[in-house]
Structure formats: C-alpha cells, structure tokens
C-alpha cells in the first residue's frame, strides 16, 4: 500500500508529465491514456474503464474507502479537519447512494464485481497530529485519481446519460477545491507540499 505522498506525487507528476494534453467543452486539460498507468494501487482498472457502467462500480468502490477514512477524523483535534471529513462523508454517501440507483437501474445486468484495492493507510490506530497528517498526504492521491477517472469519463464521451457526467463534473469540481484546501493544511500546519507546486503546472489546477 502506498504512503500518501507516494500517491500524490506519482498521480500528480503524470498529470504535469501533460501525456498528450487536449480540452474538453468545460476547458479542462486531461491526459491522454490514464488507463495505460498502472498506480501500484486499486486504480488500474478504474482508470481503464471506458464505460459508464464501469466508471460508477468504480466510483463508488472509491467513494466508500473516503467515506470509512474521512469518517476516522471524528477524532480529529482540529475542527476544521472533524468539518472536512463530515463534508466528505454527506457528499460522497449522497452519490454513492446515487450511483447505485443508477447502477441497478440501468445495468443490472452486468457483473458487479471491481477489482478495487484500498489507497489509504489504516487511520483506526492514529490520533492527533499523527491522524490529521496521514488523512491529508493520503487524501490528496485518492482525490486526483478520482478527479482524473472523472475527467477521462468526459473526455471520452463515455457517459451514455447526462446525469452521469454531471456527476463526473460536480466530482471534479468538489475534490480539486478540496485538494487545494488539503494541501495548504499540509503546508500550513506540517511545512509539507506534496501536491500544490505541481498543480500549478496543470490549467485548471492551479
């Protein structure tokens, strides 16, 4: 399992990398093949998903490890972090609530099963600053890969339903704000950036 600023810098050095940058209709540049990216974690085949169907299995796999880890920061000292983690944890129930409707709706027919395996350190046996630390270095990662899986998804012109994509972009909008707010607590409060200098070389990142 990867420490998080392993993660973050991994995802984030291929995004700056620009593998063959283009826009889509909102402006973004993605990159050109993420599903060719082995991560070393849960995500490689997320990322090779070309499918709607596929793109909410995996959405919602991801979504429940950040609900499980944004709700150990309960615990948290600071009240900002017990705030962003019962942010995380009503926003991304709410849409795994609604990815599996739409998965049982529209492809209830299909396999079930991802191959998902966690991103993020254990967080049970952590408390105080130890807590807070770990939870944003490991964040950071799990929310570009989910903003990066959600960009794909609209580049391609994979979702077959306009829920869905507006799905992908509400995803993308919400965790680059929250990674931007990850990362200035890490400089903030630890003297760590491992994101934000690099997001600066990303239009819509920055």
Do not use: K, N
Request: net charge negative.
């Amino acid at each position: 399992m990867w420490s998080g600023v392993v993660a973050a810098v991994a995802v984030l050095a291929l995004v700056v990398a620009g593998v063959a940058l283009l826009r889509d209709d909102d402006g973004w540049m993605p990159h050109r093949d993420a599903g060719a990216w082995s991560m070393g974690g849960g995500m490689t085949s997320a990322w090779s998903t070309d499918d709607e169907a596929g793109f909410l299995r995996e959405m919602v796999a991801h979504h429940r490890e950040a609900i499980e880890m944004a709700g150990e920061l309960a615990r948290s000292e600071r009240p900002a972090m017990r705030a962003l983690g019962a942010r995380i944890v009503s926003s991304q129930t709410a849409q795994v609530e609604q990815m599996e409707t739409w998965l049982d709706e529209w492809y209830a027919d299909e396999p079930s099963d991802t191959a998902y395996e966690p991103m993020m350190r254990d967080l049970s046996g952590l408390s105080g600053d130890r807590l807070d630390r770990t939870f944003l270095e490991d964040m950071v990662g799990h929310h570009m890969a989910a903003v990066m899986m959600s960009q794909r998804l609209l580049v391609h012109g994979a979702a077959e339903h306009d829920e869905v994509a507006d799905l992908a972009r509400t995803i993308r909008t919400e965790q680059v704000r929250e990674i931007r707010w990850m990362s200035e607590r890490l400089s903030t409060w630890f003297g760590l950036s491992p994101a934000r200098g690099r997001m600066r070389g990303c239009p819509g990142l920055a």
